[in-house]
């Protein structure tokens, strides 16, 4: 089992920047695909980007290519969104998710373990 707690949300002006950070306490973190979603008022939650075990491949959906990074650094159990030219439509809380598996994936009913969530505001 794995706990996770988002951190880094906050209010930022379009065009802004945000570093978001999920840390993970619990067993083998490098054995878990991450994934980030985001849930906006009134929608349901939505694939942002996925890690894999080893950080080496990285998906997207595609609102948010070539703004947002996400990475990880295994030996601090901490997976991290770099959110870049941040625009109003990316205001939503975010929540971190863990999937125990090796296949990378986009399916929130695929991810197992889930963060909180951290409050992203972004103003026009």
């Known amino acids: 089992q794995v706990q996770l707690v988002e951190s880094g949300g906050g209010l930022v002006q379009a065009g802004g920047s945000l570093r978001l950070s999920c840390a993970a306490s619990?067993?083998?973190?490098?054995?878990?695909?991450m994934g980030w979603f985001r849930q906006a008022p009134g929608k349901v939650r939505e694939f942002v980007a996925a890690?894999?075990?080893?950080?080496?491949?990285?998906i997207y959906t595609d609102s948010v290519k070539d703004r947002f990074t996400i990475s990880r650094d295994n030996a601090k159990n901490t997976v991290y969104l770099q959110m870049n030219s941040l625009k109003p439509e990316d205001t939503a809380v975010y929540y971190c998710?863990?999937?125990?598996?090796?296949?990378?994936?986009?399916?929130?009913?695929?991810?197992?373990?889930w963060g909180q969530g951290t409050q992203v505001t972004v103003s026009s």
């Open positions: 998710a863990a999937r125990a598996d090796w296949t990378i994936s986009q399916f929130r009913h695929e991810y197992t373990y």
């Open positions: 619990g067993r083998s973190f490098s054995s878990y695909v």
């Open positions: 890690v894999s075990r080893n950080g080496g491949r990285t």
